[in-house]
């Protein structure tokens, strides 16, 4: 419990400041109380099964526990939101004194979340039912497989086009094997020592659902955590109305769409430098084929 934040001059900032310090605090111990419980209780049960099922071997099999668990606590993360602190501050960015009127700061812990989880570039995403469903081609284009009785709202999440721009030319020296752009020494007649490639990549994608939580805001009182978090989302919500019925707006999901490139350098080795040999030096995602992407 931070409980510095919510005191002023020694004393609490406010009736509400108190009530939420020591709502948390009750919540938090209560919470601590309950966890010890159980996890005493779930122990002794461990405990006794492992005795009773490996006999003299017991204490291997809980050092390899804790042997385990230990490499777990070093591996995983799990981050809630990143918090930042926002100040007040003049136009030049001087920070204001802490006594002066326009003075205020506070902390901002924002956490993202959106769905899917994954943008996958070789399936459709049903946002109706959360599933995924494998592409069927129709032609010259992909469609769903109708098996699994998509809705009108399946979508590809993501569409991706990858070029590779040395595939067929090369400046003052003979294209490498399936691309690539001999670089030293320039000169067909010799061995390479170095080459390079650059790659055009096209993507195009849709979030169905992207949600930013501020879980630091405190406007929305809450009587067990003190407060809630504000939560600003886009999700596919086409008509908005007022309580007269009367169509006031939409909100749609998030797109986005960039051309970006990459390039690399590659000393010698076996292989030159290149796309997939079974890709082909224009690669095209079935969201990119269904854009007619192609080149």
Not at 175 to 180: F, V
């Amino acid at each position: 419990m931070d409980k510095a934040r919510f005191y002023s001059g020694g004393k609490y900032s406010s009736c509400s400041a108190k009530t939420i310090s020591q709502v948390r605090e009750w919540y938090v111990d209560e919470v601590l109380h309950q966890v010890n419980e159980q996890y005493m209780a779930a122990a002794g049960n461990i405990d006794g099964q492992i005795d009773d099922k490996f006999n003299e071997s017991a204490n291997d099999v809980r050092e390899a526990n804790k042997n385990g668990a230990s490499l777990l606590k070093s591996a995983l993360c799990f981050p809630i939101g990143l918090t930042m602190r926002a100040e007040h501050v003049m136009d030049d960015g001087t920070k204001y004194d802490v006594d002066d009127l326009a003075y205020w700061e506070e902390n901002v812990t924002l956490g993202v979340d959106m769905v899917p989880d994954y943008l996958q570039y070789d399936k459709f995403y049903d946002p109706e039912q959360d599933i995924w469903i494998d592409a069927v081609k129709i032609g010259d284009q992909y469609i769903a497989d109708p098996a699994d009785n998509p809705s009108g709202r399946t979508l590809i999440p993501l569409a991706v086009q990858n070029v590779n721009l040395f595939a067929d030319v090369a400046a003052n020296t003979i294209p490498l094997k399936n691309g690539g752009q001999q670089v030293l020494p320039p000169s067909p007649t010799t061995v390479w020592v170095v080459t390079t490639n650059i790659w055009k990549i096209r993507v195009k994608g849709t979030f169905d659902d992207f949600t930013i939580s501020d879980v630091d805001n405190e406007v929305h009182p809450n009587p067990i955590f003190g407060h809630e978090a504000q939560i600003y989302s886009r999700k596919y919500f086409p008509d908005i109305r007022d309580s007269s019925g009367s169509i006031v707006g939409n909100n749609l999901p998030v797109n986005f769409e960039f051309t970006t490139g990459t390039f690399i350098f590659v000393p010698p080795s076996p292989k030159e430098v290149g796309d997939r040999l079974e890709g082909g030096t224009v690669e095209n995602s079935i969201g990119a084929i269904n854009e007619g992407w192609i080149i």
